[in-house]
Protein backbone atom coordinates (compact mmCIF):
# COMPACT_ATOMS: atom_id res chain seq x y z
CA UNK A 1 0.00 0.00 0.00
CA UNK A 2 3.08 2.59 0.92
CA UNK A 3 4.17 2.05 -2.68
CA UNK A 4 0.45 3.05 -3.85
CA UNK A 5 0.34 6.04 -1.11
CA UNK A 6 3.85 6.93 -2.87
CA UNK A 7 2.30 6.86 -6.47
CA UNK A 8 -0.59 8.75 -5.42
CA UNK A 9 1.24 11.60 -3.49
CA UNK A 10 3.15 12.20 -6.57
CA UNK A 11 -0.07 12.27 -8.48
CA UNK A 12 -1.17 15.07 -5.58
CA UNK A 13 1.96 17.07 -6.08
CA UNK A 14 0.98 17.31 -9.78
CA UNK A 15 -2.36 18.27 -9.54
CA UNK A 16 -2.01 20.80 -6.85
CA UNK A 17 0.66 22.65 -8.72
CA UNK A 18 -1.59 22.60 -12.32
CA UNK A 19 -4.81 23.77 -9.75
CA UNK A 20 -2.42 26.30 -8.39
CA UNK A 21 -1.59 27.81 -11.71
CA UNK A 22 -4.98 27.52 -12.85
CA UNK A 23 -5.97 29.37 -9.87
CA UNK A 24 -3.36 32.28 -10.65
CA UNK A 25 -4.40 32.57 -14.16
CA UNK A 26 -7.88 33.48 -13.13
CA UNK A 27 -7.42 35.86 -10.08
CA UNK A 28 -5.49 37.81 -12.11
CA UNK A 29 -7.18 37.78 -14.98
CA UNK A 30 -10.26 39.51 -13.36
CA UNK A 31 -11.54 42.57 -15.97
CA UNK A 32 -11.58 44.86 -12.83
CA UNK A 33 -7.92 44.58 -12.31
CA UNK A 34 -7.64 45.97 -16.01
CA UNK A 35 -8.73 49.38 -14.64
CA UNK A 36 -5.57 49.90 -12.57
CA UNK A 37 -2.57 48.02 -14.88
CA UNK A 38 -0.44 46.36 -12.61
CA UNK A 39 2.97 44.57 -13.86
CA UNK A 40 2.70 42.16 -11.16
CA UNK A 41 -0.64 40.69 -11.75
CA UNK A 42 0.94 40.40 -15.51
CA UNK A 43 3.66 38.36 -14.22
CA UNK A 44 1.21 36.04 -12.09
CA UNK A 45 -1.08 35.45 -15.16
CA UNK A 46 2.10 34.80 -17.42
CA UNK A 47 3.32 32.22 -14.40
CA UNK A 48 -0.03 30.77 -13.57
CA UNK A 49 -0.79 30.08 -17.42
CA UNK A 50 3.11 28.03 -17.90
CA UNK A 51 2.73 26.40 -14.78
CA UNK A 52 -1.14 25.22 -15.53
CA UNK A 53 -0.11 24.04 -18.99
CA UNK A 54 3.31 22.87 -17.61
CA UNK A 55 1.96 20.33 -15.26
CA UNK A 56 -1.19 19.24 -17.09
CA UNK A 57 0.78 17.99 -20.20
CA UNK A 58 2.99 15.16 -17.60
CA UNK A 59 -0.69 13.38 -18.15
CA UNK A 60 -1.79 13.84 -21.65
CA UNK A 61 -0.41 11.56 -24.27
CA UNK A 62 -0.03 14.26 -27.06
CA UNK A 63 -1.81 13.56 -30.31
CA UNK A 64 0.14 12.73 -33.58
CA UNK A 65 -1.19 16.04 -35.52
CA UNK A 66 -0.80 14.17 -38.93
CA UNK A 67 -3.72 15.24 -40.60
CA UNK A 68 -2.75 15.62 -44.15
CA UNK A 69 -0.22 15.45 -46.53
CA UNK A 70 0.95 17.03 -49.71
CA UNK A 71 1.39 14.44 -52.58
CA UNK A 72 3.92 14.87 -55.66
CA UNK A 73 0.59 15.74 -57.74
CA UNK A 74 0.59 18.61 -55.74
CA UNK A 75 -2.69 18.21 -53.43
CA UNK A 76 -2.98 17.81 -49.80
CA UNK A 77 -4.36 14.05 -49.01
CA UNK A 78 -5.97 12.92 -45.71
CA UNK A 79 -3.38 10.90 -43.43
CA UNK A 80 -5.69 8.38 -41.81
CA UNK A 81 -4.05 7.04 -38.48
CA UNK A 82 -5.36 3.17 -38.39
CA UNK A 83 -4.70 0.10 -36.02
CA UNK A 84 -3.58 -2.76 -38.03
CA UNK A 85 -2.68 -5.13 -34.80
CA UNK A 86 -4.26 -4.04 -31.33
CA UNK A 87 -2.39 -5.49 -28.24
CA UNK A 88 -2.86 -5.14 -24.13
CA UNK A 89 0.44 -3.49 -24.20
CA UNK A 90 1.09 -1.61 -27.30
CA UNK A 91 -0.55 -1.44 -31.01
CA UNK A 92 0.48 -1.10 -34.92
CA UNK A 93 -0.57 1.81 -36.08
CA UNK A 94 -0.32 2.63 -40.19
CA UNK A 95 -0.08 5.81 -41.78
CA UNK A 96 -2.48 5.58 -44.63
CA UNK A 97 -2.08 8.80 -46.86
CA UNK A 98 -6.12 8.26 -48.79
CA UNK A 99 -5.98 9.00 -52.64
CA UNK A 100 -2.37 8.21 -52.94
CA UNK A 101 -0.70 5.00 -54.63
CA UNK A 102 0.19 2.83 -52.14
CA UNK A 103 4.62 3.18 -51.85
CA UNK A 104 6.27 0.01 -52.09
CA UNK A 105 8.68 0.69 -49.32
CA UNK A 106 6.88 -0.73 -46.39
CA UNK A 107 9.01 0.55 -42.92
CA UNK A 108 7.69 -0.27 -39.93
CA UNK A 109 9.07 2.27 -36.94
CA UNK A 110 9.31 0.54 -34.07
CA UNK A 111 9.36 3.25 -31.06
CA UNK A 112 10.99 3.09 -27.79
CA UNK A 113 9.49 2.55 -24.49
CA UNK A 114 11.60 4.80 -22.44
CA UNK A 115 9.63 7.14 -20.77
CA UNK A 116 7.67 9.05 -23.70
CA UNK A 117 5.15 7.89 -25.96
CA UNK A 118 6.05 6.91 -29.37
CA UNK A 119 4.48 10.50 -30.47
CA UNK A 120 8.41 11.56 -30.05
CA UNK A 121 9.12 10.21 -33.48
CA UNK A 122 6.45 12.04 -35.07
CA UNK A 123 8.92 14.42 -37.37
CA UNK A 124 10.27 10.87 -38.21
CA UNK A 125 7.31 9.50 -39.53
CA UNK A 126 6.23 12.95 -41.52
CA UNK A 127 10.21 12.45 -43.06
CA UNK A 128 9.39 9.26 -44.52
CA UNK A 129 5.88 9.47 -45.37
CA UNK A 130 6.68 10.86 -48.73
CA UNK A 131 8.54 7.61 -50.09
CA UNK A 132 7.13 4.59 -47.66
CA UNK A 133 4.32 3.57 -45.83
CA UNK A 134 4.87 3.67 -42.54
CA UNK A 135 4.33 1.93 -39.40
CA UNK A 136 5.08 2.40 -35.83
CA UNK A 137 4.54 0.81 -32.64
CA UNK A 138 2.20 2.18 -29.84
CA UNK A 139 2.84 1.57 -26.46
CA UNK A 140 0.38 2.14 -23.99
CA UNK A 141 1.01 3.65 -20.91
CA UNK A 142 1.54 1.25 -18.61
CA UNK A 143 -0.69 2.95 -15.69
CA UNK A 144 -4.41 2.32 -17.79
CA UNK A 145 -3.55 -1.46 -18.28
CA UNK A 146 -5.02 -3.54 -15.77
CA UNK A 147 -3.12 -5.88 -13.33
CA UNK A 148 -5.61 -8.76 -15.26
CA UNK A 149 -3.56 -8.00 -18.50
CA UNK A 150 -0.47 -9.78 -16.73
CA UNK A 151 3.28 -8.87 -16.83
CA UNK A 152 5.40 -7.58 -19.58
CA UNK A 153 9.46 -7.68 -19.96
CA UNK A 154 11.90 -7.47 -22.03
CA UNK A 155 10.99 -11.03 -23.58
CA UNK A 156 7.01 -9.86 -23.84
CA UNK A 157 8.75 -7.12 -25.99
CA UNK A 158 10.39 -9.02 -28.18
CA UNK A 159 7.65 -11.32 -28.93
CA UNK A 160 4.70 -8.05 -29.59
CA UNK A 161 8.06 -7.25 -32.29
CA UNK A 162 7.67 -10.51 -33.65
CA UNK A 163 3.87 -10.49 -33.90
CA UNK A 164 4.06 -6.79 -35.94
CA UNK A 165 6.99 -8.14 -37.98
CA UNK A 166 5.00 -11.72 -39.40
CA UNK A 167 1.68 -9.40 -39.60
CA UNK A 168 3.49 -6.92 -42.23
CA UNK A 169 5.22 -9.80 -44.16
CA UNK A 170 9.23 -10.24 -45.22
CA UNK A 171 9.07 -7.38 -47.90
CA UNK A 172 9.11 -4.88 -44.62
CA UNK A 173 11.59 -2.53 -43.54
CA UNK A 174 12.59 -2.17 -39.96
CA UNK A 175 13.64 0.74 -38.10
CA UNK A 176 14.30 0.71 -34.66
CA UNK A 177 15.18 3.93 -32.65
CA UNK A 178 17.45 3.73 -29.87
CA UNK A 179 16.18 1.98 -26.61
CA UNK A 180 14.22 -1.25 -28.99
CA UNK A 181 17.69 -1.58 -30.91
CA UNK A 182 18.71 -4.80 -29.03
CA UNK A 183 15.34 -6.15 -28.45
CA UNK A 184 14.50 -5.81 -32.31
CA UNK A 185 17.95 -7.50 -33.42
CA UNK A 186 16.98 -10.36 -31.33
CA UNK A 187 13.43 -10.61 -32.85
CA UNK A 188 14.99 -10.39 -36.32
CA UNK A 189 17.08 -13.41 -35.21
CA UNK A 190 14.27 -15.16 -33.67
CA UNK A 191 12.36 -15.03 -36.72
CA UNK A 192 15.51 -16.47 -38.65
CA UNK A 193 15.53 -19.25 -36.74
CA UNK A 194 11.60 -19.89 -36.26
CA UNK A 195 10.09 -18.30 -39.22
CA UNK A 196 12.53 -17.34 -41.90
CA UNK A 197 9.52 -16.12 -44.35
CA UNK A 198 8.83 -13.42 -41.83
CA UNK A 199 12.07 -11.81 -41.62
CA UNK A 200 12.43 -8.24 -43.29
CA UNK A 201 14.85 -7.45 -45.72
CA UNK A 202 16.46 -4.91 -44.07
CA UNK A 203 17.05 -3.66 -40.06
CA UNK A 204 18.46 -0.05 -39.26
CA UNK A 205 19.31 0.41 -35.63
CA UNK A 206 19.96 3.65 -34.98
CA UNK A 207 21.34 4.80 -31.56
CA UNK A 208 20.82 1.60 -29.72
CA UNK A 209 22.61 0.01 -26.70
CA UNK A 210 23.20 -3.13 -28.33
CA UNK A 211 27.24 -3.15 -26.49
CA UNK A 212 26.58 -0.90 -23.58
CA UNK A 213 29.98 -1.87 -22.13
CA UNK A 214 31.67 -0.62 -25.58
CA UNK A 215 31.37 3.06 -24.77
CA UNK A 216 30.32 3.80 -21.46
CA UNK A 217 28.07 6.81 -20.61
CA UNK A 218 26.08 8.36 -17.63
CA UNK A 219 23.42 5.59 -18.29
CA UNK A 220 25.61 2.84 -18.30
CA UNK A 221 27.67 3.82 -15.78
CA UNK A 222 23.93 4.28 -13.34
CA UNK A 223 22.53 0.84 -14.22
CA UNK A 224 26.48 -0.48 -12.97
CA UNK A 225 26.35 1.30 -9.45
CA UNK A 226 23.19 0.31 -8.52
CA UNK A 227 21.85 -3.26 -7.27
CA UNK A 228 18.77 -4.61 -9.04
CA UNK A 229 17.36 -4.38 -5.28
CA UNK A 230 17.67 -0.97 -4.96
CA UNK A 231 16.16 -0.21 -7.89
CA UNK A 232 13.23 -2.15 -7.18
CA UNK A 233 13.01 -0.51 -3.72
CA UNK A 234 13.71 3.23 -4.84
CA UNK A 235 12.34 3.46 -8.25
CA UNK A 236 9.19 0.92 -8.16
CA UNK A 237 5.78 1.92 -7.35
CA UNK A 238 2.43 0.54 -7.44
CA UNK A 239 -0.38 2.29 -9.60
CA UNK A 240 -2.79 4.48 -7.39
CA UNK A 241 -6.34 4.31 -7.18
CA UNK A 242 -7.82 7.09 -9.95
CA UNK A 243 -6.07 4.61 -13.13
CA UNK A 244 -7.37 1.63 -14.93
CA UNK A 245 -4.46 -0.32 -13.83
CA UNK A 246 -4.68 0.21 -9.75
CA UNK A 247 -1.98 -1.95 -8.08
CA UNK A 248 0.30 -2.64 -11.43
CA UNK A 249 3.64 -2.42 -10.29
CA UNK A 250 5.33 0.55 -12.82
CA UNK A 251 8.52 2.96 -13.39
CA UNK A 252 6.38 5.82 -12.70
CA UNK A 253 6.63 8.39 -15.78
CA UNK A 254 6.74 11.19 -13.14
CA UNK A 255 9.85 9.92 -11.44
CA UNK A 256 11.25 9.51 -15.01
CA UNK A 257 10.52 12.78 -15.74
CA UNK A 258 12.47 14.29 -12.50
CA UNK A 259 15.73 12.25 -13.80
CA UNK A 260 15.23 14.15 -17.44
CA UNK A 261 14.53 17.37 -15.85
CA UNK A 262 17.80 17.30 -13.17
CA UNK A 263 20.00 16.12 -15.35
CA UNK A 264 19.75 19.73 -17.08
CA UNK A 265 18.03 21.88 -14.46
CA UNK A 266 19.62 25.24 -15.09
CA UNK A 267 18.82 24.97 -18.76
CA UNK A 268 14.97 23.40 -18.28
CA UNK A 269 14.77 26.59 -15.22
CA UNK A 270 15.86 29.46 -17.44
CA UNK A 271 13.62 27.81 -20.39
CA UNK A 272 10.40 28.50 -17.97
CA UNK A 273 11.22 31.25 -16.77
CA UNK A 274 11.92 32.95 -20.38
CA UNK A 275 8.65 31.54 -21.64
CA UNK A 276 6.90 33.59 -18.28
CA UNK A 277 8.32 36.88 -19.53
CA UNK A 278 7.49 35.95 -23.43
CA UNK A 279 4.15 35.05 -22.04
CA UNK A 280 3.60 38.51 -19.82
CA UNK A 281 4.89 40.68 -22.45
CA UNK A 282 2.43 39.18 -25.26
CA UNK A 283 4.96 37.54 -27.05
CA UNK A 284 4.60 33.69 -26.59
CA UNK A 285 1.83 31.49 -28.54
CA UNK A 286 -0.32 28.29 -28.03
CA UNK A 287 2.19 26.43 -30.91
CA UNK A 288 5.81 28.32 -29.90
CA UNK A 289 9.14 26.81 -29.88
CA UNK A 290 8.76 26.18 -25.91
CA UNK A 291 4.98 25.06 -26.02
CA UNK A 292 5.99 22.66 -29.37
CA UNK A 293 9.20 21.26 -27.39
CA UNK A 294 7.63 21.13 -23.81
CA UNK A 295 4.62 19.53 -24.81
CA UNK A 296 5.91 15.98 -26.03
CA UNK A 297 8.65 16.59 -23.58
CA UNK A 298 7.17 16.54 -20.49
CA UNK A 299 4.50 14.11 -22.01
CA UNK A 300 5.49 11.33 -20.17
CA UNK A 301 4.32 7.51 -19.75
CA UNK A 302 4.42 5.12 -17.23
CA UNK A 303 6.65 1.65 -17.97
CA UNK A 304 5.73 -1.87 -16.65
CA UNK A 305 8.24 -2.55 -13.73
CA UNK A 306 8.75 -5.89 -15.09
CA UNK A 307 10.03 -4.19 -18.35
CA UNK A 308 12.42 -1.62 -16.78
CA UNK A 309 13.79 -3.99 -14.27
CA UNK A 310 14.47 -6.67 -17.24
CA UNK A 311 15.88 -4.20 -19.20
CA UNK A 312 18.49 -2.66 -16.65
CA UNK A 313 19.13 -6.38 -15.25
CA UNK A 314 19.58 -7.93 -19.10
CA UNK A 315 20.40 -5.29 -21.37
CA UNK A 316 22.71 -3.54 -19.48
CA UNK A 317 24.42 -5.33 -16.31
CA UNK A 318 24.63 -8.72 -17.92
CA UNK A 319 24.94 -7.33 -21.52
CA UNK A 320 22.60 -10.68 -22.82
CA UNK A 321 22.65 -9.58 -26.44
CA UNK A 322 26.30 -8.40 -26.53
CA UNK A 323 27.24 -12.02 -25.65
CA UNK A 324 24.74 -13.44 -27.66
CA UNK A 325 23.00 -15.20 -24.26
CA UNK A 326 19.61 -13.32 -24.66
CA UNK A 327 16.81 -16.01 -23.94
CA UNK A 328 13.13 -15.44 -25.18
CA UNK A 329 10.66 -17.89 -24.25
CA UNK A 330 12.76 -21.07 -23.36
CA UNK A 331 14.60 -20.45 -26.80
CA UNK A 332 17.98 -19.01 -26.82
CA UNK A 333 18.50 -16.35 -29.49
CA UNK A 334 21.44 -16.73 -31.70
CA UNK A 335 22.28 -13.60 -33.71
CA UNK A 336 24.72 -15.62 -36.23
CA UNK A 337 21.21 -16.97 -37.58
CA UNK A 338 20.68 -13.84 -39.21
CA UNK A 339 21.92 -14.23 -42.91
CA UNK A 340 19.70 -12.36 -45.34
CA UNK A 341 18.45 -9.44 -43.77
CA UNK A 342 20.51 -6.11 -44.64
CA UNK A 343 21.08 -4.42 -41.05
CA UNK A 344 22.50 -1.04 -41.23
CA UNK A 345 23.89 0.89 -38.10
CA UNK A 346 23.68 4.66 -37.07
CA UNK A 347 24.98 6.75 -34.41
CA UNK A 348 25.67 10.28 -33.35
CA UNK A 349 29.57 11.27 -32.49
CA UNK A 350 28.08 13.55 -29.85
CA UNK A 351 25.23 11.00 -28.51
CA UNK A 352 25.64 10.75 -24.61
CA UNK A 353 22.95 8.29 -24.50
CA UNK A 354 23.43 5.80 -26.19
CA UNK A 355 27.53 6.69 -27.71
CA UNK A 356 29.29 5.74 -30.48
CA UNK A 357 30.34 2.07 -30.60
CA UNK A 358 27.54 0.65 -28.84
CA UNK A 359 25.37 0.29 -31.68
CA UNK A 360 27.87 -0.89 -34.58
CA UNK A 361 28.62 -3.41 -31.88
CA UNK A 362 25.52 -5.26 -33.63
CA UNK A 363 27.61 -5.88 -36.99
CA UNK A 364 30.65 -7.71 -35.20
CA UNK A 365 28.37 -10.26 -33.25
CA UNK A 366 26.52 -11.10 -37.00
CA UNK A 367 28.85 -13.86 -38.00
CA UNK A 368 26.77 -15.63 -40.25
CA UNK A 369 25.87 -12.09 -42.81
CA UNK A 370 28.14 -11.52 -45.45
CA UNK A 371 29.38 -7.95 -45.54
CA UNK A 372 28.04 -6.75 -48.21
CA UNK A 373 25.01 -7.26 -46.37
CA UNK A 374 26.34 -4.86 -43.23
CA UNK A 375 26.76 -0.79 -43.23
CA UNK A 376 27.48 1.46 -40.92
CA UNK A 377 27.33 5.43 -40.48
CA UNK A 378 28.62 8.15 -37.67
CA UNK A 379 26.90 11.51 -37.97
CA UNK A 380 29.31 13.85 -36.88
CA UNK A 381 28.20 16.57 -34.74
CA UNK A 382 25.28 14.97 -33.90
CA UNK A 383 23.55 14.41 -30.53
CA UNK A 384 20.57 11.32 -29.93
CA UNK A 385 18.03 13.39 -30.71
CA UNK A 386 19.43 14.34 -34.01
CA UNK A 387 20.13 11.64 -35.36
CA UNK A 388 16.38 10.33 -35.66
CA UNK A 389 14.74 13.41 -35.91
CA UNK A 390 16.48 16.48 -36.00
CA UNK A 391 18.71 18.09 -38.76
CA UNK A 392 21.19 15.60 -39.32
CA UNK A 393 18.36 12.97 -39.76
CA UNK A 394 16.42 15.02 -42.25
CA UNK A 395 19.59 16.16 -44.55
CA UNK A 396 22.15 13.29 -43.79
CA UNK A 397 21.17 10.33 -42.22
CA UNK A 398 17.37 10.06 -43.94
CA UNK A 399 18.64 9.26 -47.29
CA UNK A 400 21.06 7.17 -46.83
CA UNK A 401 18.59 4.72 -44.58
CA UNK A 402 15.87 5.68 -47.89
CA UNK A 403 18.83 4.69 -49.99
CA UNK A 404 19.83 1.42 -47.96
CA UNK A 405 16.11 0.28 -48.19
CA UNK A 406 16.52 0.85 -52.02
CA UNK A 407 19.27 -1.15 -52.80
CA UNK A 408 18.07 -3.91 -50.53
CA UNK A 409 14.29 -4.44 -51.56
CA UNK A 410 12.61 -7.15 -52.61
CA UNK A 411 12.45 -6.98 -56.81
CA UNK A 412 9.02 -6.75 -58.25
CA UNK A 413 7.60 -10.03 -59.57
CA UNK A 414 8.53 -10.08 -63.30
CA UNK A 415 6.10 -10.32 -65.44
CA UNK A 416 5.03 -13.81 -67.51
CA UNK A 417 7.81 -14.99 -69.45
CA UNK A 418 10.10 -12.04 -68.94
CA UNK A 419 13.50 -12.51 -67.56
CA UNK A 420 16.20 -10.46 -66.11
CA UNK A 421 19.85 -10.17 -66.19
CA UNK A 422 21.16 -10.92 -62.88
CA UNK A 423 22.19 -7.93 -60.59
CA UNK A 424 25.76 -7.52 -60.01
CA UNK A 425 26.36 -8.19 -56.30
CA UNK A 426 27.57 -4.27 -53.97
CA UNK A 427 27.33 -3.04 -51.03
CA UNK A 428 24.29 -2.15 -48.80
CA UNK A 429 25.34 1.40 -49.50
CA UNK A 430 28.13 3.57 -49.93
CA UNK A 431 28.24 3.78 -45.73
CA UNK A 432 29.28 -0.17 -45.94
CA UNK A 433 31.00 -1.74 -43.14
CA UNK A 434 34.20 -3.07 -43.75
Known amino acids: MRYMATYDMMETVRNTNQWLGASALAMASYPMFSMIPNPALNWMAAWGEVTERTFARMVTKPDWGIHSFTCEDGK ?9 VERDFGDLLHFSVLGRKRRRSQVLLVAPMSGHYATLLRSTVISLLPDCEVYVTDWHNARDIPVSSGKFDVED ?30 ATAY ?7 AQPSTLTLIGGPIDPSASPTDVTDFGHSVTMGQLEETMIQRV ?21 MSMNAERHSQAFMDQIGRVAKGEASDHDAHNRFYDEYLAVMDMPAEFYLSTVDRIFKKCEIANNEFVVDGHKIDLSKIT ?31 DDKKASHLEPEAGHYGIFAGKSWRNNIRPLVLDFIKTNSTPPKEAAGETKKPAPKKPANKNAAA
Open 240 to 260: GFKYNGVGRKVYPGLLQLQSF
Open 340 to 370: TVAVKTVEGAKDDISAPGQCVAALDLLTGLP
Open 157 to 186: YTLYLVDFMRHLGPDTHVIAVCQPAPLTLA
Open 191 to 197: LAEQDPD
Open 76 to 84: DHVVQIETV
